[in-house]
């Protein structure tokens, strides 16, 4: 069985915060660090159900929730 997680490209995050606003488990915040835009991206803080909500809403498509890879 293939585990899920969620995945953040900083890259395409604009710091908007919607993603944030959405979660319920607040398994999201944003990074000290900046990105290479000059906005602080989204930070997964983990306990989360991987709901979804957070992907949904983003409209930099800066969140996805993959299908990692199963160990051999």
Request: net charge negative.
């Amino acid at each position: 069985m293939r585990k899920r997680t969620l995945r953040i490209r900083e890259s395409f995050c604009k710091e908007c915060g919607l993603c944030i606003q959405v979660c319920q488990e607040k398994a999201l915040d944003f990074s000290e660090k900046f990105n290479e835009k000059g906005y602080h991206p989204v930070l997964w803080k983990g306990n989360c159900r991987l709901c979804g909500l957070c992907y949904q809403v983003c409209p930099d498509n800066a969140i996805e929730i993959v299908e990692e890879e199963p160990e051999s």
